[in-house]
């Protein structure tokens, strides 16, 4: 099967994840579809400061070892691609690789698969997910998708220059879903002009803000490189905001103790928790019977019981 010709966007190859050649595809300046989420601030594996530094080559290259939902999910890509093949007979789904923007050569993507209806007409764009839970996907067949994927998505179809993408997703193992994105210029603006100014920062050595990122507090851990036993006079204000901050988690840390005593007690012998028909908690046990954790169930913290 041919792949369509896509007259914004030049194929740069189709690389196999980890290889020199994806790696190239990807490194420099240049920006891809999950770091544009990054660069604004929508990512919640990467932050704008810890990616800025790998592109300014001033931390140690890691191996990223993949995660079980990593490795299911690139396992799961070519089944669910094969189900909306089979739920879309007019439509023609194509395998694909990298591209970049004609235009702007550091504007790169990597879609899932491109697809074009089978009588002819314009391409579109397929991106292929799996979740665990269904935090932050909305009905099917809106285009109400977690908006880090929503970014994602808006990132390709700017670079190809396309006009749709649908996203097909696997939740929970079962729950079947597809959704319809349609290009939305002033978003495409937006993050094509962000990112554009990411990359003028790293030109000019002036890296994002410090934030409470878990992945720029690991960035700035490695940053030293090596230790002087030496000392330095910070500002005042840098010291007084990192006392606040241990007294406010400190509280915190009390309180929570505290709820989660009182959790326990309310259960008795119970092994899980429940409010107003929502669970909340989950009890594990050591061999003994005593209690080992209270783990909050993943949707409680963004719940609302009273709703």
């Known amino acids: ?127 292929i997910k799996t979740s665990r839970y269904g935090d932050g996907w909305g009905k099917a067949g809106t285009d109400q998708v977690p908006v880090t994927y929503r970014c994602q998505v808006v990132w390709q179809l700017d670079t190809l220059g396309l006009d749709a993408a649908h996203v097909a997703v696997l939740i929970a193992g079962q729950d079947y879903r597809e959704y319809t994105i349609t290009r939305d210029e002033a978003e495409a603006v937006f993050l094509r002009e962000r990112a554009a100014a990411f990359l003028d920062s790293i030109r000019a050595g002036d890296p994002p803000p410090i934030d409470g990122h878990p992945a720029t507090y690991r960035a700035v851990q490695q940053l030293p490189g090596s230790v002087e036993d030496t000392a330095v006079n910070i500002a005042p204000d840098v010291a007084d905001t990192y006392r606040q901050a241990l007294a406010d988690h400190r509280r915190a840390e009390d309180a929570k103790r505290a709820a989660s005593a009182a959790v326990l007690s309310a259960m008795g012998t119970a092994r899980r928790a429940e409010a107003a028909g929502r669970k909340v908690a989950t009890r594990s046990t050591r061999d003994d019977g005593s209690t080992r954790a209270l783990i909050p169930h993943p949707r409680f913290l963004t719940e609302d019981l009273a709703a």
């Open 1 to 127: 099967m041919t792949a369509p010709h896509i007259p914004a966007a030049r194929l740069l190859g189709a690389f196999d994840p980890g290889t020199p050649e994806w790696t190239a595809a990807r490194s420099g300046l240049v920006v891809t579809a999950t770091e544009a989420a990054v660069i604004v601030g929508l990512s919640p594996w990467r932050s704008p400061l810890s990616l800025w530094h790998d592109k300014a080559g001033t931390l140690p290259v890691e191996e990223v070892k993949p995660t079980a939902a990593m490795r299911w999910g690139t396992r799961l890509e070519p089944v669910i691609a094969e189900v909306f093949a089979e739920d879309h007979p007019e439509l023609l789904v194509h395998e694909t690789g990298t591209w970049a923007n004609v235009a702007r050569d550091w504007q790169r993507a990597t879609p899932d698969r491109i697809i074009i209806p089978a009588d002819g007409g314009p391409a579109a764009l397929l991106e």
